[in-house]
């Protein structure tokens, strides 16, 4: 007999509809799996013979053929198993026909029988509801994440023989804890432990910060060490804008089908992703050889990437961001295969400004050496970073400034302000507004335009640094509430885009 289950697996970071159908004929006891699938689907023929027998139920003791359709389409994991076994059952009889109709399951299976947790959850049972399969049931521990797809109506199981008994109405389906949406629970305990209150002195740099949180814009710091630039960087989530409603799901389900663990909540603070220098290339844009996963500037989506110490990872790495910071997308394509991974990230990166590190008046560096260090970062990446200072160490008399909670009440003002402005764009902030477009949404008047041309001028811009050094004074304009774009606002721009020397 034939039997056909709907189920889902992962490809990248979204979910691809599968139709397992399972065909049980007479002939040798067989067991063979079509369809791409990759190894750890083809080992999956003993965990379900042990499954279904350790659930009470018989192995059919013939050919049993597996095809996973659409055949074009590279399966991997273990989330179809329980789609399989119930297959199997189906075409031996074991099951009552039409009990599957409608239904799509998701699922990994122990040798006892327990259905296992698989990752993604969120993005597969999404990927199920847009294909018209509302209906899904998926193990206990995923019921919680399953549920925030809005439209789906979902299910769970503990184990095979278990759900057997609920398909056929003889037990009821189990319950599950509902997970949280209030924004509140998406905050951390330890989010409070950083803020800007501790942070004694560097007013222009506070400033810089406040400004790249408002306007989403790329930050370099470079200095010695010890100056704070860390420091900095590690306060800067703490006066970023929650994510919307729509951007907190999104993060969720990239996170999810990254195998992260589920927190029982939606994510409604900005991900901070911080590498260390020696992640390769694949780490952090993605790759991989045969399944394609994300890199840290996915995971960063909608978030905050770190980088520190900037000069020490690989110059190919660093060169391999420039495309993701200008089309905030990640395209990897491999033999049969091509994927895009979203990538709209913040990019702030501290580093020295030589190999010793050291204030000028101590730096041992030859001449040579230093034009080695700062050939590292190329000039390509450099000149995609909206904002560039230079941090000095402050000063024992320095006191020190506002709260982050106050700074980021600005900072959600600004936000809101420029979704307001481009409502009706693919954009939501001042830093993704595409240079072609920078001078027609960012009207200047007389004196402001005239500063502008003398910017480029006096500064030998490119086209793209003269688009960003008038996204930032938007912003700077937007922070302070003002309607329109000064040369006032245009000059404090343009200081906080300084030359790296």
């Given at each position: 007999m034939l039997a056909a289950v709907s189920s889902a697996t992962l490809t990248g970071v979204d979910g691809q509809p599968v139709t397992v159908e399972v065909h049980v004929s007479s002939g040798l006891p067989a067991y063979q799996v079509v369809g791409l699938p990759d190894t750890a689907v083809r080992e999956s023929r003993e965990r379900v013979r042990a499954a279904v027998l350790s659930s009470g139920m018989q192995w059919p003791m013939q050919r049993i053929t597996v095809n996973l359709a659409p055949g074009g389409v590279r399966k991997s994991g273990s989330g179809l198993e329980l789609a399989v076994a119930l297959g199997v059952l189906a075409a031996s009889e074991q099951l009552p026909t039409g009990v599957l109709d409608g239904v799509a399951v998701l699922g990994e299976l122990g040798l006892d029988g327990s259905v296992r947790p698989v990752p993604g959850a969120l993005a597969l049972v999404d990927s199920l509801t847009r294909a018209g399969r509302p209906s899904v049931v998926v193990p206990i521990a995923n019921a919680a994440e399953a549920e925030l797809v809005g439209d789906a109506h979902v299910r769970a199981a503990r184990d095979l023989a278990e759900l057997r008994a609920c398909l056929q109405g003889e037990e009821p389906w189990p319950d599950w804890d509902p997970p949280l949406v209030d924004p509140d629970a998406g905050l951390d305990a330890d989010d409070d432990l950083e803020d800007l209150a501790e942070v004694r002195g560097l007013s222009f740099a506070r400033r810089v910060l406040e400004v790249a949180a408002a306007g989403g814009h790329h930050l370099l710091m470079w200095g010695p060490p010890g100056t704070g630039k860390t420091m900095l960087a590690r306060r800067l989530p703490t006066i970023l804008a929650p994510l919307e409603p729509a951007e907190a799901l999104e993060v969720t389900r990239i996170h999810s089908a990254a195998g992260l663990p589920f927190r029982g909540r939606l994510l409604h603070s900005r991900p901070v992703r911080a590498p260390h220098h020696t992640a390769s290339t694949p780490a952090l844009v993605g790759g991989g050889s045969t399944?394609?996963?994300?890199?840290?500037?996915?995971?960063?989506?909608?978030?905050?990437?770190?980088?520190?110490?900037?000069?020490?990872?690989?110059?190919?790495?660093?060169?391999?961001?420039?495309?993701?910071?200008?089309?905030?997308?990640?395209?990897?394509?491999?033999?049969?295969?091509?994927?895009?991974?979203?990538?709209?990230?913040?990019?702030?990166?501290?580093?020295?400004?030589?190999?010793?590190?050291?204030?000028?008046?101590?730096?041992?560096?030859?001449?040579?050496?230093?034009?080695?260090?700062?050939?590292?970062?190329?000039?390509?990446?450099?000149?995609?970073?909206?904002?560039?200072?230079?941090?000095?160490?402050?000063?024992?008399?320095?006191?020190?400034?506002?709260?982050?909670?106050?700074?980021?009440?600005?900072?959600?003002?600004?936000?809101?302000?420029?979704?307001?402005?481009?409502?009706?764009?693919?954009?939501?902030?001042?830093?993704?507004?595409?240079?072609?477009?920078?001078?027609?949404?960012?009207?200047l008047g007389a004196d402001a335009e005239c500063e502008w041309h003398h910017l480029m001028e006096e500064r030998m811009l490119t086209g793209r640094g003269a688009a960003r050094i008038l996204r930032v004074a938007r912003t700077v304009a937007d922070l302070a509430d003002a309607p329109d774009v000064t040369v006032e606002h245009l000059s404090v721009a343009a200081h906080m885009r300084e030359d790296l020397s």
């Open positions: 399944r394609l996963r994300p890199g840290e500037v996915t995971l960063a989506h909608r978030g905050l990437l770190f980088l520190d110490e900037l000069g020490e990872f690989s110059p190919s790495a660093l060169d391999a961001l420039r495309q993701p910071l200008e089309e905030r997308v990640v395209r990897i394509s491999r033999q049969g295969m091509s994927l895009a991974f979203p990538a709209s990230f913040q990019l702030v990166a501290c580093t020295n400004p030589c190999p010793c590190g050291r204030v000028p008046a101590e730096c041992c560096c030859t001449e040579p050496a230093k034009a080695r260090y700062r050939r590292r970062l190329s000039a390509p990446l450099v000149d995609r970073f909206d904002l560039r200072i230079a941090v000095a160490a402050p000063l024992a008399s320095d006191v020190v400034g506002e709260s982050s909670a106050t700074v980021r009440e600005r900072v959600v003002g600004a936000v809101a302000r420029q979704r307001a402005r481009y409502a009706d764009w693919r954009w939501s902030y001042n830093a993704h507004v595409p240079a072609g477009a920078v001078a027609r949404l960012v009207p």
